[in-house]
């Protein structure tokens, strides 16, 4: 097995961190240019589409096709161009991760805040100042926020909830009128 063989085996199988799209050792400067082409076209990629790109002469196309096809059996450009969309895929979806991770602080951030003021406020109330109203809508609401925190968790890899509905409304708090002033 040759080395070009081993990369390009190695991408295939999805070991990182062998770049197979690069240029390979005994990968002329033109194939490695038209491997690009193809590379990059991502829908209807095939050799006959990355000539048309290129040239326009049919006559020329022809004479560009055969080499480009060649090339493209000997330095393996399926194989490459595929390993090259499944890494920009993980790059894709590490970026979508760094932003859902960066969102649950926030709202950690903001529900921590939000706890805070309940708690001041619970300090400051004379406990019988408080209805049974009021302890059962801040009870459920507060229940229905830690549920929706814990589905967000428990979420799939792009952050949103199994069982999530999407009428679905997120927790709201109607006392809000009870923490003016504070």
Known sequence: MTDNEKIIESAANGMPPFTSWEQLKDETSDAFSAFCIFRDIKIERNIIRAVEIVYADVKVREKKYRSWRNWAGKFKWRER???????????KQGEVRKTIEAQW????QVTGKMLDVVNKKLDLMNPEDLTQGMVAEWTQTAIKADREACQFEDAN???????????????????VSDFQGL
């Open 81 to 91: 161009a595929e390993a090259y969309d499944r890494y920009l895929e993980q790059m």
């Open 105 to 108: 602080e926030k709202h950690r």
């Open 157 to 175: 890899c792009l952050g949103v909830p199994a069982n999530r509905n999407p009428a679905h409304k997120q927790g709201e708090f109607n006392f």
